[in-house]
């Protein structure tokens, strides 16, 4: 269960059935949590949100004050972002870069590079001599480090410490650094080091991946006598769908990142979330069209589905959600269908049996007509679904409360 605030709860009621379903954003909420997730952090510590969580452009200026820069991982999200917060500073990283991408970063000036390979970095190389000759481009080189103390073990998502298509192998790195110092490169200047390792860690996890990263890099730098000043370790940090009201510990975190910074003074260390940023701020609110038994057991059929929200089908797990029982009278000639039973299973209007938001929805009496809000629903949400399957029409987009300060 995870109550709407009350400026998501008040416009949810005002809606009619036809403005179903709708995401709606509290950018208040938003600011509210960014700004204690930044006063958590030590202020050496810069934060950079990864825009792939959720790049709505009202999401992305709201967060601009609290925020030192943006990770993008396309072109598309390039240009995305460089317009919708003109000026902030980019981190370009990602799989897969195509040449015309890069070209498109280096005419955009972008700040950093996260480079994902070799190959990539002959290619970037070559770009930024031919088109930003007077520059020299930050590069900070991803790896795909192992970290072996059990740290990844509750991860939701590892894109490290085993094979992925995700960053350099650590066995690389000898070479990596000799090309990037060594003259072969002099558009080039080696910044740091880029990991990011896996998704769906709590703060004790993080601090020791963290701890590992900047071992690892510090270790990396004395070897080849560089000076190396930026390690980002990363996003990831832990969003529980099953307990929505639970937070990251970002207080435990910040205090352990100081220490970690207070240990090496000369280094900036970055981290760049998405999920624990933005999921909180994002509801999907849809009504009851049918409330039907099935063998035994009650389904509620909901206007959307996960053609909106996908979350809960690539996650599989139940999307906490809050019902608001509608007492409005029933419009129909025809009889308003009810559960039997206290608990439902809420389904979207797909033919497939995938299509499932939440099992076990403790909804005693339930009927058509009442309204359902999915709660934790502002990252990896509407823009990670398959919009089109179906041909269903999309749904209202709300951005609730203010994107700046009062
Ligand atoms: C997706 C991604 C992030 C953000 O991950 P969250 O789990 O949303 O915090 C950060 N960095 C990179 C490189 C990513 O691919």
Known sequence: MTLPTPAVRARVTALRPEELPAYLYDLTALREHVA????????????????????????????????DGYEVSSGGELAHVGKAV????????????????????????????????????????DLAARLAPERRIAVLARFNL??????????????????????????????????LTDGTYPHLELRGIHAHLASGLEAPEQLAVAGAIVTWSVRLAERHRITLSE???????AVDYAEPEARFDWAAFGAGLDRLAAAHPDLTLRIEPGRALTAYCGWYATEVL????????DFAVVRGG???LRTPATKGHDQPCTVLPSDEPWPHPWPRSAAEGDRVTVT??????????????????LRAGDRVVFGVAGAYAWN?????????????FHFLGSAEDA
């Open 290 to 297: 049918d409330v039907k038994r099935s063998h035994g057991e």
């Open 86 to 125: 003109p000026g902030a500073p980019l981190a370009f990283g990602g799989p897969g870069k195509t040449p015309a991408e890069v070209a498109q970063a280096l005419e955009l000036g972008v700040e950093r590079f996260h480079v994902e390979s070799v190959y990539e970095l002959h290619m970037l190389a």
């Open 348 to 365: 979207g209007q797909l033919c497939t049996p995938k299509d499932v938001l939440a099992r076990d929805v403790p909804a005693p009496g």
């Open 306 to 308: 996960t053609h909106h």
């Open 384 to 396: 990670i679904s398959h919009h089109d399957f179906l041909m269903h029409p999309r749904p209202g």
């Open 146 to 179: 192992s970290v072996d103390d059990g740290s990844l073990d509750g991860s939701s998502l590892a894109m490290g410490g085993r094979p992925t298509p995700f960053g350099l192998d650590p066995a690389q790195a000898d070479d990596v650094v000799a090309l």
């Open 231 to 237: 390690v980002t370790i990363g996003g990831g940090m």
């Open 36 to 67: 204690g997730v930044r006063a958590a952090l030590p202020e050496r510590v810069e934060l950079y949100y990864a825009a792939k969580a959720n790049p709505e452009p009202e999401i992305l200026s709201a967060l601009r004050p609290y925020v």
